[in-house]
DNA sequence: ATAATAAATGTGTTTTTTACATTTACTGTT
DNA sequence: AACAGTAAATGTAAAAAACACATTTATTAT
């Protein structure tokens, strides 16, 4: 019971479920590894945790390292341990997910760094576990989102109410009544209304928004009922 | 980044966050420690992972060991990893917490393991970041409580009504109506009336409930909205 | 027979959710 | 300048769910 033994000790691995929304579609962020093992398979970004850092500095380090992004919505999803998960090392692996805001610097980033955004719809195999952790992911997402705002984490500073529609149909993977998508929105009081309008997919445009961060984040805190 | 060095591997500890329902409270399992470190201290009841084990095979382990019981209802929380966590070992833990039905049988191993029921209003000071876990582990079957029917898990085979208002009150530490708490309840279709009466608490007596299992089943697993 | 106790029950009101079709603002074309 | 095309914006009535609230009932102990 208090045998601590050195051949139980573990390497501790993260490893990043970076989800992302662009043209309407929620799309993952997989990499195409440059180092053995595995090399030129497609692979979650992860690393080995440090013995001098945190889980979640490991998952801060490699999101910024691979993304170049800061201070992005991470939360833990779970701890991947099965004896047999890697064949090569006895090593868990504590899964995190992440949400970003698609842009061109993030496209650079992610060029370099060898990375493709795929639809969810359509996820390549992944090496060891990781296609499990992405439709856990992918699970927690849609559970969370009915609860919490994240939804709001994926757009870009202005968006507009359709994109925000159309970011919650790709979630929950149905179509949603724009009016009464709208309606609840607007009722939770927590967007803001400017007056430049969106006219890339319309040309009537549609008006451009933004968060209201104060009432975002007691939002978020507080929880609140999102089904739809 | 592909340096796999020895430095960098992890005792990798659970503990179990164990939470019981008894005369109406919401109750807590705490240890106290035969072993060093930190003999004689209240913690919660943990075990280093085996090589050889997943986390989940280790908290079964440990719940057994502890408790004597299987087949309980026990999830993941999060883990837990500071740098400064533990004086002795660089070790990471995976708390998990666990709903479990008191009962005579766990009474006496409870006793045999120096083990104590605390009202999750009156927690103790326990080693290390425990308590931390615990009020994590609090926050979070709150959260699950409004969309999963957890609630019955700490309820022993046969319950009453008010017994399982009183379970929903202490979760969400508040009182709930009576006529509305019952309606809800019944509106799920999952409980089925006995013929038995409890008159523990009153001269007229409470039905007696049971679940209807696969309708129990498909509401644990579809979720639904269980806000009070 | 009576008192005491908690269990069981019903209704009207308010709030939220749902279903559904038309008009509006703007652009590009003729 | 008129027109066609496109997605955005809007309102309302009906149904369902949530809420607030008081009385009656079954049983035991005296």
Redesign the interface.
């Known amino acids: 019971?208090?045998s601590?033994q050195e051949?139980?000790?573990?390497?501790?691995a993260v490893d990043c479920i970076i989800f992302g929304f662009e043209e309407g579609k929620l799309k993952l962020l997989v990499f195409n590894r440059k180092?053995?093992p595995f090399k030129d398979s497609l692979s979650l970004i992860g690393?080995?945790?440090?013995?001098?850092?945190?889980?979640?500095d490991a998952s801060k380090r490699i999101l910024k390292e691979s993304t170049g992004l800061q201070n992005v919505y991470m939360k833990?999803l779970?701890?991947y341990?099965?004896?047999d998960r890697d064949p090569g090392?006895?090593c868990?692996s504590?899964a995190q997910y992440a949400l970003i805001r698609i842009n061109k610097y993030i496209k650079n980033t992610v060029k370099e760094n060898q990375a493709t955004w795929f639809d969810i719809d359509i996820i390549p195999k992944l090496i060891l576990d990781h296609n499990l952790m992405v439709s856990n992911a992918l699970k927690r997402i849609e559970?969370i989102a009915?609860?919490k705002p994240i939804g709001f984490e994926l757009l870009p500073e202005k968006f507009t109410i359709p994109q925000l529609q159309s970011l919650y149909e790709a979630i929950y993977r149905k179509s949603l009544d724009p009016r009464n998508f709208r309606k609840k929105i607007l009722s939770f009081d927590v967007i803001i209304k400017l007056e430049e309008k969106d006219k890339s997919s319309s040309k009537k445009g549609a008006y451009l928004y933004k968060f209201d961060h104060t009432k975002y984040q007691k939002l978020q805190e507080s929880?609140y009922?999102f089904?739809i």
Chains 1, 2 share one sequence.
């Open positions: 019971m208090n601590y051949k139980d000790k573990f390497y501790v180092l053995n690393s080995f945790v440090k013995i001098g850092e945190s889980v979640s833990e779970k701890t341990s099965s004896v090392f006895r868990i504590i559970e009915r609860y929880g009922n089904e």
